[in-house]
């Protein structure tokens, strides 16, 4: 992914994130970041604090990989029904979505959190990554690219196959976002 100016990030939690937002313990009322600079430079909780948003804790996840806290949030006591990840995982970090059993709105970067490799063209190989990541739960799937690539084309006509399978039966929608 390329670099993301404060400007961006700033304007992206203030108006698109926060707004979505409740205060703890409701529902939309977590927001997980991980060390990036770029986070600590915004003053997150100033601008939760702004939109009315109040942090009750505050937890340095810099010692976690990204697969690690999608464990602990898959694994959670109060089950996500909606997530949204803005990650910058290495192609060596394997993730698994599937622990997410009540999941119905995904929504993440591609390539990335679908442990496709980004040089992957063979069909089969791209349905099979499919069927380990998607829950059956999601209703709703949006994946973020930078580009149009011919990968991009696989990734969709396989989702279709998989809803035409019935292995996706619950997809109702996928849809792109370009940045």
């Known amino acids: ?7 961006i990030m700033e304007n992206f939690l203030r108006f698109e994130v926060l707004p979505h937002c409740n205060p703890y313990p409701a529902p939309n009322s977590v927001i ?8 600590r430079l915004l003053g997150v909780r100033a601008l939760c604090v702004e939109a009315g948003r109040h942090e009750n804790q505050a937890t340095d996840v810099s010692q976690f990989s ?5 464990k602990r949030l ?7 029904k909606q997530l949204a990840i803005f990650s910058t ?7 698994s979505l599937k622990d997410f059993e009540y999941l119905t709105v995904l929504e993440i970067p591609q390539p990335g959190l679908l442990n496709i490799p980004l040089d992957e063209l063979n069909a089969e190989n791209i349905a099979s ?12 799937l949006v994946l973020r690219f930078l580009t149009y690539d011919p990968q991009l084309k696989m990734v969709l006509e396989q989702l279709a196959q998989l809803k035409l399978e019935g292995v996706s039966p619950a997809l109702k929608l996928a849809s792109l976002t370009f940045y």
């Open 89 to 95: 995982l290495t192609l060596s970090e394997k993730v």
């Open 32 to 39: 997980v970041l991980n060390n990036a600079s770029i986070h």
């Open 66 to 70: 990204s697969s690690e806290v999608l």
């Open 129 to 140: 990554l499919l069927r380990e990541q998607i829950p059956i739960t999601v209703l709703g």
């Open 74 to 80: 898959a694994s959670s006591k109060s089950p996500l």
């Open 1 to 7: 992914m390329g670099a993301i100016s404060s400007e």
